[in-house]
């Protein structure tokens, strides 16, 4: 079994656009290190920014963590076990101090060396027991090239944190960062959109922004805004000199593209 959708987001007053590129390598990069980490699989894992937003969205992401199965290693085998195979008192204290049977004793061999090992499994905890303590810990790891410091000092970020979406399918993931709860609600374009969005299931998350004028991906605003600067183009009969580093610092500086046309007296 697998949930379908998890989403984070750290809502925030606007951030510089030159930070966004690389802190959503950063992201990506971390969150995959962590989950694996972490024990816990997924299917795929995207990372998308705004002036106001940074998410993270996995789909596919297993229930619980994988078992892990620790390996310890005992006495000799010798000392544990008689020449006519009969475990010895080391035997016994080994396997009762690792909570297995003696019957579950078996040989290992280290630089030419038997010793007793003892195989203990660890069931996985539920993928929500882990976010809660994950996520947190992976805002921590988000470090801009310049900081802000605001309600408590020992948490910083590009800009304050204003609201936290966390949510697996219809499940809040709780947790709180910078006195902020996280919570199922997210806010649309600042001038445009409704200011509070409450969603019920992850899988609403995108759409629902889209449906208050923010577009998430940032290479779907690309596309719209090099159509719009097309469709100017065809319009006006003529050809826009573009530089692709504005067009990068014009992604990260709107949440919904429109293209105009205007002139200077």
Not at 15 to 42: H, N, Q, W
Not at 79 to 92: E, I, L, M, V, Y
Not at 164 to 192: C, Q
């Given at each position: 079994?697998?949930?379908k959708?998890?989403?984070?987001e750290?809502?925030t007053?606007?951030?510089?656009?030159?930070?966004?590129?690389?802190?959503?390598?950063?992201?990506?990069?971390v969150?995959?290190?962590?989950?694996?980490a972490?024990?816990?699989?997924?299917?795929?894992?995207?990372?998308?920014?705004t002036?106001?937003r940074?998410?993270?969205?996995?789909?596919?992401?297993?229930e619980?963590?994988?078992?892990?199965?620790?390996?310890?290693?005992?006495?000799?085998?010798?000392a544990?076990?008689?020449?006519?195979?009969?475990p010895?008192?080391a035997?016994?204290?080994?396997?009762?101090?690792?909570?297995?049977?003696?019957?579950q004793?078996?040989?290992?061999?280290?630089?030419?060396?038997?010793?007793?090992?003892?195989e203990?499994?660890?069931?996985?905890?539920?993928?929500?027991?882990?976010?809660?303590?994950?996520?947190?810990?992976?805002?921590?790891?988000?470090?801009?090239?310049?900081?802000?410091?605001?309600?408590?000092p020992?948490?910083r970020?590009?800009?304050?944190?204003?609201?936290?979406?966390?949510?697996?399918?219809d499940?809040?993931?709780?947790f709180?960062?910078?006195?902020?709860?996280?919570?199922?609600t997210?806010?649309?374009?600042?001038?445009?959109?409704?200011?509070?969005?409450?969603?019920?299931?992850?899988?609403?998350?995108?759409?629902?922004?889209?449906?208050?004028?923010?577009?998430?991906?940032?290479?779907?605003?690309?596309?719209?805004?090099?159509s719009?600067?097309?469709?100017?183009e065809?319009?006006?009969?003529?050809?826009v000199?573009?530089?692709?580093e504005?067009?990068?610092?014009?992604?990260y500086?709107v949440?919904?593209p429109?293209h105009?046309?205007?002139?200077?007296?």
């Amino acid at each position: 079994m697998t949930i379908k959708n998890v989403v984070l987001e750290i809502g925030t007053e606007e951030m510089p656009s030159r930070f966004l590129p690389d802190i959503l390598e950063t992201l990506e990069k971390v969150a995959r290190e962590d989950l694996e980490a972490s024990r816990i699989g997924f299917e795929t894992l995207s990372v998308f920014a705004t002036p106001r937003r940074i998410v993270l969205m996995a789909r596919g992401m297993e229930e619980k963590q994988k078992d892990l199965v620790n390996t310890f290693r005992g006495p000799a085998w010798n000392a544990a076990f008689d020449a006519a195979g009969n475990p010895t008192r080391a035997a016994h204290g080994f396997a009762r101090s690792r909570g297995v049977s003696v019957e579950q004793l078996t040989p290992m061999e280290v630089d030419g060396v038997r010793y007793t090992c003892a195989e203990v499994s660890e069931p996985g905890s539920p993928a929500l027991k882990i976010l809660p303590v994950l996520f947190p810990a992976l805002i921590r790891k988000l470090v801009f090239p310049k900081n802000m410091y605001w309600a408590d000092p020992a948490v910083r970020f590009s800009r304050p944190i204003r609201w936290i979406f966390a949510m697996a399918e219809d499940k809040v993931i709780p947790f709180e960062y910078g006195g902020i709860k996280s919570g199922r609600t997210t806010s649309g374009h600042r001038f445009l959109g409704t200011k509070t969005i409450t969603i019920n299931d992850a899988a609403d998350f995108m759409n629902s922004l889209r449906d208050n004028y923010v577009i998430l991906d940032q290479e779907e605003r690309r596309k719209k805004m090099l159509s719009g600067i097309s469709a100017l183009e065809n319009e006006l009969e003529g050809v826009v000199e573009l530089d692709p580093e504005i067009v990068n610092e014009n992604l990260y500086l709107v949440e919904y593209p429109v293209h105009f046309f205007g002139t200077f007296d």
